[in-house]
């Protein structure tokens, strides 16, 4: 079973910084992309940032220039640096981990944190 642990969120006031980890375990072979999502109360969860397993990331429009997505390969951990906080940044943060491999597997499946909440006070 792969599971996805997030740690990092709280409370911060505007301006602030802090920084996200998701680690995935479990018997994994290969995961092919990880990201943050975010969804604050009453809207949809949405796509913040992305890094493929060689390195390319995407950011949403929002977050361009203030968060940085890194991965450690080794350690199927994924990180959000996120700085210059702003209190429309508030939301619960998950972690994705797109097209998991585990070793032996036949097919790749995607799996989620439990979230993971960030609150930007102004």
């Known amino acids: 079973q792969v599971q996805l642990v997030e740690s990092g969120g709280g409370l911060v006031q505007a301006g602030g910084s802090l920084r996200l980890s998701c680690a995935a375990s479990g018997n994994i072979f290969s995961i092919n992309a990880m990201g943050w999502y975010r969804q604050a109360p009453g809207k949809q969860r949405e796509s913040v940032a992305a890094?493929?397993?060689?390195?390319?990331?995407s950011y949403a429009d929002s977050v361009k220039g203030r968060f940085t997505i890194s991965r450690d390969n080794a350690k199927n951990t994924v990180y959000l640096q996120m700085n210059s906080l702003k209190p429309e940044d508030t939301a619960v943060y998950y972690c994705?981990?797109?097209?998991?491999?585990?070793?032996?597997?036949?097919?790749?499946?995607?799996?989620w944190g439990q979230g993971t909440q960030v609150t930007v006070s102004s």
């Open positions: 994705n981990a797109d097209g998991v491999r585990i070793v032996h597997g036949s097919y790749d499946r995607d799996y």
């Open positions: 890094v493929t397993s060689s390195g390319s990331t």
